[in-house]
């Protein structure tokens, strides 16, 4: 029983984590559908972000005020991508994977010289040290504060999109642009705010992990082919199948691990969802649409 608990804790902290940095992608992928391979850049400079104000302000309240400072630069960083590249390439897909793939390889670049090579660690404030005992189950702070923290990110973004006009204008231009460009709606603007959100959340992303370890000019590797994972199963541009394809691909992986490993478990992973995709390739949740085609 003891194992069982531990290992579910374990999937859901992994699922946190990858739902995490792939709520963006979720927006930025599935929603406006740019292949953009930066994504994971933009974790490292949120988790960078955090490095940067333990400079001028105590654990305690750094992380608060990271957490802010990583949604705006990721935002910005997003933003800044999609005036300069991402507009001039609206339906070329593959196009886009090319360009953010060397944005990607830039942004680490420059990384590495203002930060250097090394990695480097965050201070974690004191009040995420160590386990919260819940009966005779030790459960770390730190990765319950990344689910708590994953949890109210979902939520967010699920009211942001249900409940303002800003998400009527992201489904409408998601489902007919040309349609929503002559009832008036700005989809050059709706873009540049879809894209500032997803990659704002990345940025939210990298200062979580941050807590996890130490952090580097490549920390984003890491992450982004899980992340693209999680929204192709969980259905392209469907909130409610990313939730899902993050929480059940982290407590399969934990369980796995149990008997093959880390790097084996993943292998396994990767070959259930190669086989699921072959039997449902629109993801768990299907876009409902009235087309009889």
């Avoid at 992928?29 to 302000?57: D, P, R, S």
């Avoid at 196009?95 to 090579?117: E, P």
């Avoid at 689910?147 to 990110?153: E, G, R, T």
Wanted: charge should be positive.
């Amino acid at each position: 029983m003891d194992i069982i608990v531990s290992q579910l804790f374990a999937g859901v902290s992994i699922g946190s984590v990858l739902l995490l940095a792939a709520l963006g992608l979720s927006l930025t992928f599935g929603q406006m559908g740019v292949i953009n391979m930066a994504h994971g850049e933009f974790i490292m400079a949120g988790a960078y972000t955090a490095f940067v104000v333990q400079w001028f302000l105590p654990p305690g309240i750094s992380l608060p005020v990271a957490l802010l400072l990583g949604f705006g630069v990721g935002g910005l960083l997003g933003l800044l991508l999609e005036v300069t590249l991402i507009r001039r390439m609206h339906q070329r897909p593959l196009d886009t994977l090319l360009v953010t793939f060397g944005v990607s390889l830039v942004l680490q670049q420059v990384a590495r010289d203002i930060f250097g090579a090394p990695n480097v660690d965050v201070a974690a404030p004191g009040w995420l040290a160590g386990p919260l005992m819940i009966g005779p189950y030790a459960f770390p702070k730190a990765r319950l504060f990344i689910i708590v923290l994953a949890i109210a990110c979902v939520l967010a973004l699920m009211l942001v999109l249900s409940r303002t006009s800003f998400g009527r204008r992201i489904r409408a231009v998601t489902q007919n642009r040309d349609l929503a460009e002559v009832s008036g709606l700005s989809a050059v603007r709706t873009d540049q705010l879809t894209f500032f959100i997803g990659s704002g959340i990345a940025g939210v992303a990298g200062v979580a992990l941050t807590l996890l370890g130490s952090i580097g000019p490549t920390l984003g590797q890491n992450y982004i082919v899980d992340a693209f994972l999680v929204v192709v199963v969980g259905g392209l541009g469907r909130l409610k199948g990313a939730v899902a394809a993050a929480l059940g691909l982290g407590i399969i992986q934990a369980f796995v691990e149990l008997s093959l490993g880390a790097s084996l478990a993943k292998v396994a992973v990767l070959l259930l969802i190669v086989a699921f995709l072959q039997f449902r390739p629109q993801g768990l949740v299907q876009v409902r649409t009235r087309s009889l085609a």
